[in-house]
C-alpha cells in the first residue's frame, strides 16, 4: 500500500501561481509513475498531467498545455505540479495518483493509489 499526501493548495487570484506537491509516506516515488488528476463541482475527474516511472516523459491535458509543468525532485521523494497563470475553470480538487505497473495509461484514471486530495479557488 503507498499512501500519498498532497499539499500547496489554497485559494488565488486569476493570473496567479500555486504549487502541488505530492509525497508517499515512507517510501520514494523510484519506480512509479505519478499523475495529477482533478475535479471540479458536478464534473467527472479529468486528467490534468502525469510523469513517467523514469522521469523522462511527461503528458499533459490540452487544458493546462503551457501553463503547468510536473516534475519529480532529485531524490523522487516528491512530485510537482506547478500551475501559472490560473484561470478561474482551474478550481477544483486535485489529486496525487502512483502506480508503478509498467505499460499504464499514464492519462486513464486507472492508477492503483491516490491522494485524498486538495483544494484550489481561483477566484478574484
Known amino acids: 500500500q503507498v499512501q500519498l499526501e498532497e499539499s500547496g493548495g489554497g485559494l488565488v487570484q486569476p493570473g496567479g501561481s500555486l504549487r502541488l506537491s505530492c509525497a508517499a509516506s515512507g517510501r520514494t516515488f523510484s519506480g512509479f509513475a505519478v499523475g495529477w488528476f482533478r475535479q471540479a463541482p458536478g464534473k467527472e475527474r479529468e486528467f490534468v498531467a502525469a510523469?513517467?516511472?523514469?522521469?523522462?516523459?511527461?503528458y499533459y491535458a490540452d487544458s493546462v498545455k503551457g501553463r503547468f509543468t510536473i516534475s519529480r525532485d532529485d531524490a523522487d521523494t516528491t512530485v510537482y505540479l506547478q500551475m501559472n497563470n490560473l484561470k478561474p475553470d482551474d478550481t477544483a480538487v486535485y489529486y496525487c495518483?502512483?502506480?508503478?505497473?509498467?505499460?499504464?495509461?499514464?492519462?486513464?484514471?486507472?492508477?492503483?493509489?491516490w491522494g485524498q486530495g486538495t483544494q484550489v479557488t481561483v477566484s478574484s
Open positions: 510523469i513517467s516511472r523514469s522521469g523522462g516523459s511527461t
Open positions: 495518483t502512483a502506480d508503478s505497473r509498467p505499460g499504464l495509461a499514464l492519462v486513464t484514471p486507472e492508477y492503483m493509489f
